[in-house]
């Protein structure tokens, strides 16, 4: 393409930065606006040029590391570093660049072609240069469209991006022969709730003291503009200290279509549990400590006891009544909006991985363990840890940090491994941290920028859950790995006998109430 199709003859205003020693150019009216260096959430196995993605007043942005992009070396920030952010083709994207110069006044007739060849620059993404004012610097201008790689987009690029979220919504997955529970701490004490009662699991809030109450009634809370009571579990049911630490939650249950928000003083996972290891309760307990339990499941030959609770036995229809009483009046359309909104919601489980939030849907999701023995496996790929015995069934296990190329980070006491069913197969996945679980609008949750659609994220992110001050990218695991990986781990345990035993990995200390934010 010639210069002078590209640029029309008289004048046109440059917005010229720095990368290195090199002078660039961006044509002003591509530009929307100069930002400083925003928090960038990275995207695993994005292309290397792309740095992430940030929240710029409530809409995603992608940012392009144009020193990656033009194969210059890695730079530390600075005061003068800023975002460019460019309009290409109605699409927004971020240009990082080591500093803005000024804006330039230039005459197109003085814009020469670009030379065939130019030291570190892909020349397909230079328009054109110009010399500048003392004319013994180039300016080098950028076809923002070739350095954002967007000239050959198309909407039908990604409309194969959310094909996981509808047919996620299709599929309901109920185990006939299994229960399961989130279960969580009173005491010393393990109980749990099936999960089909748990809405979503937060961190301890600020209550509003309420007068004249039980005393097992806490407060209320606001939780997405609804009043919810909060209960604490503790008192109502005489198990342990009042004492909130930095592991107490909030576990936020539907008792008979009243959300409630039920403190425990530890949440412990999420797990899965064999009907045939749920009895009734003893006959010692058949008073009104028996009353309350619809079961008591015994894992582990025994040694573990999770005893299931009956919300409604726990709390009586004169009590409920009465705590209705301190919820905010609604009437019959507020109430069937309401609903409407909670069907639009995505359930997710939140986890971190290298200092970024991630989250899949809980029907991907079976349980939730603390790391265990893992067996390694010969052969097997880089990324796979070896085996795991979980409850007689040997199942792969996953290290996404290796999966996504993250770094190698030690383990510690709040690793953990998700247990999916991908593909008709067990598979565990290892991950730094589980935070939470936590219901996401479908308003919120927003396709992948553009840029980032050509790559391999395009396979397995089902798009970003675009929150107030947090980023999570929403993963569809049955797309974290190609087809014929999948058959590879498919052999893992049957085909290949594992090797020795190793113990379970040394954990490295954190310090009390300390987390890794890695």
Same mark, same amino acid.
């Given at each position: 393409?010639?210069?002078?199709s590209?640029?029309?003859?008289?004048?046109?205003?440059?917005?010229?930065?720095?990368?290195?020693?090199?002078?660039?150019?961006?044509?002003?009216?591509?530009?929307?606006?100069?930002?400083?260096?925003?928090?960038?959430?990275?995207?695993?196995?994005?292309?290397?040029?792309?740095?992430?993605?940030?929240?710029?007043?409530?809409?995603?942005?992608?940012?392009?590391?144009?020193?990656?992009?033009?194969?210059?070396?890695?730079?530390?920030?600075?005061?003068?570093?800023?975002?460019?952010?460019?309009?290409?083709?109605?699409?927004?994207?971020?240009?990082?660049?080591?500093?803005?110069?000024?804006?330039?006044?230039?005459?197109?007739?003085?814009?020469?072609?670009?030379?065939?060849?130019?030291?570190?620059?892909?020349?397909?993404?230079?328009?054109?240069?110009?010399?500048?004012?003392?004319?013994?610097?180039?300016?080098?201008?950028?076809?923002?469209?070739?350095?954002?790689?967007?000239?050959?987009?198309?909407?039908?690029?990604?409309?194969?991006?959310?094909?996981g979220?509808?047919?996620?919504?299709?599929?309901?997955?109920?185990?006939?022969?299994?229960?399961?529970?989130?279960?969580?701490?009173?005491?010393?004490?393990?109980?749990?709730?099936?999960?089909?009662?748990?809405?979503?699991?937060?961190?301890?809030?600020?209550?509003?003291?309420?007068?004249?109450?039980?005393?097992?009634i806490?407060?209320?809370?606001?939780?997405?503009?609804?009043?919810?009571?909060?209960?604490?579990?503790?008192?109502?049911?005489?198990?342990?200290?009042?004492e909130?630490?930095?592991s107490?939650?909030?576990?936020?249950?539907?008792?008979?279509?009243v959300?409630?928000?039920?403190?425990v003083?530890?949440?412990?996972e999420?797990?899965?549990?064999?009907?045939?290891?749920?009895?009734?309760?003893?006959?010692?307990?058949?008073?009104?400590?028996?009353?309350?339990?619809?079961?008591?499941?015994?894992?582990?030959?025994?040694?573990?006891?999770?005893?299931?609770?009956?919300?409604?036995?726990?709390?009586?229809?004169?009590?409920?009544?009465?705590?209705?009483?301190?919820?905010?009046?609604?009437?019959?359309?507020?109430?069937?909006?309401?609903?409407?909104?909670?069907?639009?919601?995505?359930?997710?489980?939140?986890?971190?991985?290298?200092?970024?939030?991630?989250?899949?849907?809980?029907?991907?999701?079976?349980?939730?363990?603390?790391?265990?023995?893992?067996?390694?496996v010969?052969?097997?790929?880089?990324?796979?840890?070896?085996?795991?015995?979980?409850?007689?069934?040997?199942?792969?296990?996953?290290?996404?940090?290796?999966?996504f190329?993250?770094?190698?980070?030690?383990?510690?006491?709040?690793?953990? =491994?998700?247990?999916?069913?991908?593909n008709?197969?067990?598979?565990?996945? =290892?991950?730094?941290e589980?935070?939470?679980?936590?219901?996401v609008?479908?308003?919120?949750?927003?396709?992948?920028?553009? =840029?980032?659609?050509?790559?391999?994220?395009?396979?397995?992110?089902?798009?970003?859950?675009?929150?107030?001050?947090?980023? =999570?990218?929403?993963?569809?695991?049955?797309n974290?790995?190609?087809?014929?990986?999948?058959?590879?781990?498919?052999?893992?345990?049957?085909?290949?006998?594992?090797?020795?035993k190793?113990?379970?990995?040394k954990?490295?200390?954190?310090?009390?109430?300390?987390?890794?934010?890695?």
């Open positions: 393409m010639s210069v002078e590209v640029f029309s003859s008289g004048e046109m205003q440059l917005v010229t930065f720095a990368l290195g020693e090199e002078t660039f150019g961006i044509d002003i009216m591509n530009v929307q606006e100069i930002i400083r260096i925003p928090s960038i959430t990275v995207v695993p196995q994005a292309a290397a040029y792309v740095e992430g993605v940030t929240n710029l007043r409530g809409h995603i942005l992608p940012v392009i590391d144009t020193r990656a992009k033009f194969g210059l070396q890695k730079k530390e920030r600075e005061v003068s570093s800023r975002v460019i952010v460019v309009d290409v083709n109605g699409k927004t994207v971020g240009l990082s660049v080591d500093s803005v110069s000024e804006v330039l006044r230039v005459d197109t007739e003085r814009i020469e072609a670009a030379p065939a060849t130019i030291t570190g620059v892909d020349s397909s993404s230079i328009s054109g240069v110009v010399k500048l004012n003392d004319q013994k610097k180039l300016a080098m201008i950028l076809d923002v469209a070739s350095v954002c790689s967007m000239e050959k987009s198309s909407a039908a690029e990604g409309a194969g991006f959310r094909k979220v509808e047919q996620a919504r299709k599929k309901e997955e109920k185990a006939l022969d299994e229960v399961q529970l989130v279960s969580f701490l009173l005491g010393n004490e393990e109980f749990g709730l099936e999960i089909e009662r748990v809405r979503e699991i937060i961190r301890y809030p600020e209550i509003v003291k309420v007068p004249n109450v039980a005393p097992y806490k407060g209320l809370i606001s939780l997405r503009d609804t009043l919810m009571p909060i209960i604490d579990l503790r008192v109502k049911l005489n198990m342990g200290s009042e909130n630490t930095i107490t939650r909030v576990v936020v249950a539907d008792l008979e279509g959300m409630v928000g039920l403190i003083d530890k949440v412990f999420v797990t899965r549990v064999p009907q045939d290891t749920i009895f009734p309760p003893p006959q010692a307990l058949s008073g009104e400590t028996g009353e309350r339990l619809k079961g008591i499941a015994r894992l582990e030959e025994g040694k573990r006891i999770i005893m299931l609770m009956d919300l409604q036995d726990i709390i009586s229809s004169e009590e409920l009544q009465e705590i209705e009483q301190f919820e905010s009046k609604q009437d019959i359309e507020e109430e069937t909006l309401e609903q409407e909104l909670q069907e639009d919601e995505e359930q997710m489980v939140v986890f971190r991985l290298a200092g970024e939030q991630f989250g899949v849907r809980i029907t991907q999701v079976q349980e939730i363990n603390r790391l265990s023995k893992i067996t390694k010969p052969r097997a790929p880089e990324y796979v840890e070896g085996v795991v015995n979980l409850r007689g069934e040997v199942i792969p296990v996953i290290d996404l940090r290796k999966r190329a993250m770094g190698h980070k030690d383990y510690t006491e709040f690793t953990r =491994i998700i247990v999916s069913d991908i008709k197969k067990k598979v565990g996945l =290892i991950v730094d589980v935070l939470e679980v936590l219901r609008s479908h308003q919120l949750l927003e396709e992948a920028p553009e =840029i980032l659609q050509d790559k391999e994220v395009q396979r397995f992110m089902d798009g970003i859950a675009n929150l107030d001050k947090r980023m =999570i990218m929403l993963l569809n695991l049955e974290i790995l190609l087809e014929k990986e999948w058959k590879k781990i498919s052999q893992i345990g049957q085909n290949e006998a594992p090797v020795s190793r113990a379970a990995p954990l490295k200390k954190q310090g009390k109430g300390k987390q890794s934010n890695d």
